[in-house]
């Protein structure tokens, strides 16, 4: 319904005669779109046209007089001829003027009499019936079908009734898409886990074989900006298959079971060109979990959503036909979605640390010229946090300002210029740290591995990385399980305990001063406390004795809550009691990190120059030291 939108709203026929008029218009109400899908005009001009043409052939000064004068008329022997009609009597004077008239027959049985004693000549004609009906019907009709046409067109073959369960995902054939991964940086452990996806969409016959099953789904997980939709389509050119993208939000529509018949449609559509690649961008438009919605739900996003993950089981990877999707919101997904054989491969589409900004925005910048002294690796060093999309943005709003200078080539000081806006724009967004802060993460987090590589029961540090995630997260220390766990002893309980203290006193070390950063440390550590201390039965001073019943249901009534089985004086040992073993991990923490006071430093050196750091180089460098 969007056939003129990007022409400036017309103004409708009633405001243009006012305006004609020399009237003011009525300022315009909001949220009264002005729907003139046609021209209102063509059919104003239309009736003006009839309007002339019968002017132009029925005779003009067409004098309508009362019976009564007539017969007077015909009395004063002043009537020359005259046509009866069942309904009028038409007649012309006699005289020079030879004046035309007409008047409305009457009952009137002497009239004949009356005529033929004054000598008029007179002959009756029928009305004809032909144009009458021509003039009521066909013509009518033939307007309308023509608006109706008209409309249509307007609205564009997708919104047609006819086409109302197709589906709208466009087909980008191979020679269209010419992304490939070259054109994606940044994101280089997303593209690996691709590249098999490329390869058995290039050779299936292979994979087949070896009786090997390829994944089903593959969910692009990550932040807005971070090239999923680039990726998704990377995929695609390399592979040199058709790329069918759709977003989830086109599917879901004002009516019931159009969404539903698009996702067959899209399927059958897809079936048919394998291998390719089916993409549905923003899943979670169309993914969200079902169920979630107390006033009655939303039906047809749900039925779309079923229909989707029907068509998802029933479908034969072996045919060649994959699926991706993108989304940036994989909490809210229905877990429907993720199970087996549907969206089974998670891919994470993280934001980009120094190397890989620097790699972006060597893509970007291919085809702008730079100035010498500009230095990509410095404009990377300054942007952390900053996804692709907001990279891409940097560069071209640094050309514009060149080109605005009229500069031959795009220099240092646009890019500081353009920084400055980007960071500006970001930073109401989300947040992007000043040197200070990234002093503070770099030690904090460099305390949290060091801790977990010291201790004998933590898991091994994966990646420690300090490019801000989320709102609350400034940087995190991934550690990577071992083994699927299902029981804890008291010493793992202990060393789990110390690594979340790590980072804060890391920041005691170091500067002599602490931050807000630890808090949900803080807050996680006192928690494994008090477990330990009140249901595990972990405290020596406290003995077996368990001080909290398992969870109640979420949403028992009030007066089901349980209440405490235990007293004040007892409450008050068990708050000493969590205090101790909290106390007790942080001497045990301090103790760790001062000794190891020189790798500390370096990794939070490495850290501050690479912004992410893998474990392996954490755990050389603690083997040199
Ligand atoms: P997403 O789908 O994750 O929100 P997009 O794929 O739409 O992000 O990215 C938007 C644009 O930003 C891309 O068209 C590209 O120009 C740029 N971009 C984003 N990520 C990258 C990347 N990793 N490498 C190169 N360009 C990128
Ligand atoms: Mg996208
Ligand atoms: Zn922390």
């Not at 001063?513 to 039965?537: F, H, K, P």
Request: proline share 4%; glycine share 8%.
């Amino acid at each position: 319904m969007t056939g003129n939108s990007n022409k400036e709203p017309r103004k409708n026929i009633i405001e243009q005669i006012r305006s004609w008029l020399g009237l003011e218009n009525p300022p315009q109400k909001y949220g009264v779109p002005q729907k003139s899908g046609f021209n209102l005009w063509y059919i104003l001009l239309f009736f003006l046209f009839v309007t002339l043409i019968q002017q132009f052939f029925l005779p003009p000064k067409v004098e309508t007089i009362p019976y009564s004068q007539f017969k007077q008329y015909v009395a004063e022997d002043k009537v020359g001829t005259l046509t009866i009609e069942p309904e009028n009597i038409r007649g012309t004077l006699t005289g020079k003027t030879g004046q035309e008239f007409t008047t409305v027959r009457v009952d009137d049985p002497g009239l004949v009499k009356d005529l033929n004693d004054h000598n008029v000549s007179y002959s009756g004609r029928y009305a004809n019936k032909l144009l009458g009906f021509i003039m009521a019907w066909i013509i009518p009709i033939g307007i309308f079908f023509l608006i109706w046409r008209f409309s249509m067109k307007k609205m564009g073959s997708g919104m047609g009734v006819m086409s109302i369960g197709k589906s709208k995902a466009k087909i980008f054939a191979e020679s269209e898409t010419k992304v490939s991964f070259e054109d994606v940086a940044g994101i280089d452990e997303a593209k690996e886990e691709l590249q098999e996806i490329v390869e058995f969409l290039t050779n299936p016959g292979k994979f087949q074989k070896l009786g090997g099953r390829i994944p089903k789904g593959v969910l692009l997980v990550g932040p807005p900006g971070t090239g999923k939709t680039l990726l998704a389509k990377a995929v695609a050119g390399e592979a040199k298959v058709p790329f069918f993208s759709i977003s989830g939000s086109e599917f879901v529509e004002m009516f019931v079971g159009v969404g539903a018949a698009r996702v067959r449609d899209l399927f059958s559509q897809a079936a048919k060109q394998a291998p390719c690649i089916i993409f549905i961008d923003e899943l979670d438009a169309l993914g969200k979990a079902r169920g979630m919605n107390v006033m009655g739900g939303h039906d047809e996003r749900e039925q779309t959503l079923n229909q989707l993950l029907v068509e998802m089981d029933g479908f034969d990877t072996n045919k060649g036909v994959i699926i991706m999707s993108a989304t940036n919101r994989p909490e809210i997904l229905d877990p429907a979605l993720l199970r087996p054989g549907r969206f089974d491969r998670q891919v994470l589409v993280d934001r980009p640390d120094i190397n890989g900004r620097e790699a972006i925005l060597k893509i970007h910048a291919k085809n702008v010229l730079l100035g010498p002294e500009v230095d990509l690796r410095k404009i990377a060093g300054r942007t952390p946090g900053f996804v692709g999309a907001d990279l891409a943005n940097l560069v071209n709003e640094s050309a514009l300002l060149a080109a605005r200078k009229d500069k031959e080539t795009v220099e240092a000081t646009e890019f500081d210029e353009a920084i400055d806006r980007v960071v500006g724009g970001l930073e109401k967004k989300n947040r992007v740290m000043n040197a200070r802060e990234k002093e503070i993460v770099t030690f904090h987090e460099s305390g949290h591995a060091i801790v977990a590589e010291s201790v004998e029961h933590a898991d091994p540090v994966h990646k420690i990385s300090i490019i801000p995630r989320g709102i609350a997260a400034l940087g995190y220390t991934q550690q990577q399980p071992t083994e699927d766990r299902y029981l804890m002893t008291r010493t793992e309980l202990l060393d789990r305990l110390a690594v979340l203290l790590g980072g804060r006193v890391a920041e005691e070390l170091v500067f002599d001063e602490i931050s807000t950063g630890a808090q949900n440390d803080l807050q996680r550590a006192t928690d494994i406390a008090r477990s330990m201390v009140t249901e595990y039965g972990m405290s020596d001073r406290l003995g077996l004795v368990t001080y909290e019943r398992a969870r109640q249901p979420m949403f028992a009534p009030q007066g089901f809550a349980p209440s405490k089985t235990y007293s004040e004086e007892k409450a008050a040992q068990i708050d000493k009691e969590i205090a101790r073993l909290v106390d007790e991990a942080h001497q045990r923490v301090r103790k760790i990190l001062t000794e190891r006071r020189d790798v500390l430093d370096k990794l939070a050196q490495l850290l501050s120059e690479k912004e992410s750091v893998q474990g392996e180089e954490l755990r050389a460098m603690m083997a040199d030291s």
